[in-house]
């Protein structure tokens, strides 16, 4: 009967669920459908695993990804979206499947449910790869479960960054435009004085007019006030001419440094927000996170390096012989033959080391000795029957084959 009978009307029947967890963890369906229950309901556990493993790819995929290439303000677009389930089924599918190439590929060691050193020393490849594992999935998986308090924890040091670099521009700008207001100050102090000079000038010439300040009417005292009056007021009129453009260019360049750092203060605040990426998130977690980090931690790796362990555990069953006769059935097939041969150590223990023949590859081999065999020995009758033909004419005729030297 072929395995497409024992599939489909066989003795042993299952669930596609059980089927599909068996593909999961590596396993060959035809010989589950024939093994005990207990067989298939171990498969079907380290199957499971595999599975969540793949899910819980997929759900770190997805955070890491909104997390690190997510906008920081506003909706994602429908574009991210498709993006980040892309990108998220993708990733737990890579992990899904190297998990199950990894669980398929450990052997059960000694097919006892003890796991010796050397079991462990054959499997750390795998467990290193699985660590990997475990920890890029944990971390985004962190945030998920920490995001509480890692947004309140972000949110007040995102603040203490704005405050942090507004003090860095406000020191600086303090500075230039405190240079330009001093430069104001003084050329309006200049004017102040040149004013106050000129309404001294002129209070005095009314005051004579008036004749507050002596005899009243506009005589030689009154003409020479005036004349001051009038000079006080050229002098003042001469500065604001000289000092208009300056002090365009003084106003124009406080305005200038004033829009300057508000574009300063909106990039702080820019900056300091983008401190709220994947990394941020992750250092926060730790710092936070507690026994929580190190327990998800922990709960990840057991998810990750459980199967490896549980393959290593599990005793060999009907399943493992069926599928051992079935591989040595087609070695056999196939003209490869396993021998085991036992060596005696130097220190008087035994070593069993297994040999394999290839019986095609023997029987070319003997066939091209046998052909190189074959071809040398006619290759020698030949030579030797030409050397006696050749005999035979130098008894015959010596004088074709001798010239004397001309002296």
Avoid at 110 to 116: A, L, S, Y
Wanted: hydrophobic fraction near 40%; include cysteine; charge should be neutral.
């Amino acid at each position: 009967m072929n395995q497409h009978d024992y599939l489909s009307n066989g003795p042993g029947q299952s669930h596609w669920v059980s089927r599909f967890l068996w593909w999961c963890a590596g396993a060959d369906q035809f010989f589950l459908l024939r093994s005990p229950k207990q067989d298939r309901v171990k498969y079907a556990g380290i199957g499971g695993i595999v599975l969540a493993t793949g899910i819980l790819a997929s759900i770190s995929g997805w955070v890491a990804f909104t997390t690190g290439f997510g906008p920081k303000s506003g909706e994602p677009s429908i574009v991210f979206h498709m993006g980040s389930i892309v990108f998220a089924i993708g990733w737990g599918l890579m992990i899904f499947n190297l998990d199950r190439f990894i669980v398929s590929s450990t052997s059960k060691g000694d097919g006892t449910d003890k796991v010796t050193w050397p079991e462990i020393g054959n499997a750390i490849p795998r467990l290193l790869i699985a660590t990997v594992f475990g920890f890029v999935m944990s971390a985004p998986l962190e945030i998920l479960v920490l995001k509480p308090e890692i947004d309140a924890k972000l949110m007040e040091t995102i603040k203490l960054d704005q405050e942090r670099l507004d003090a860095l521009t406000n020191d600086r700008f303090r500075k230039i435009i405190k240079q330009i207001d001093g430069d104001l100050e003084k050329i309006e102090n200049e004017r102040s004085k040149l004013v106050q000079n000129q309404l001294a000038a002129e209070k005095e010439y009314i005051d004579q007019m008036q004749g507050r300040a002596g005899n009243a009417g506009f005589g030689p005292r009154a003409k020479q006030l005036m004349l001051l009056k009038d000079e006080k007021i050229a002098i003042l009129n001469s500065f604001d001419a000289k000092t208009k453009n300056q002090l365009e260019v003084l106003k124009k360049r406080r305005e200038d440094q004033i829009l300057e750092q508000t574009k300063e203060f909106n990039q702080n605040k820019i900056t300091a927000e983008g401190n709220d990426g994947l990394l941020a998130r992750i250092n926060a977690s730790h710092e936070i996170g507690g026994w929580v980090t190190f327990f998800l931690i922990a709960c990840i790796f057991c998810i990750e390096m459980g199967p490896i362990f549980f393959k290593m555990m599990l005793n060999k069953g009907a399943y493992d012989y069926m599928v051992e006769n079935h591989a040595l059935e087609q070695n056999m097939k196939n003209g490869i033959i396993r021998e085991e041969h036992l060596y005696e150590r130097q220190n008087g223990t035994a070593l069993l080391m297994e040999k394999y023949r290839y019986l095609h590859v023997e029987a070319i081999q003997k066939e091209k000795e046998d052909a190189l065999e074959a071809q040398k020995e006619l290759t020698g009758k030949i030579v030797g029957s030409w050397k006696n033909a050749k005999l035979k004419e130098l008894g015959e005729n010596p004088k074709d084959f001798y010239k004397p030297l001309d002296l």
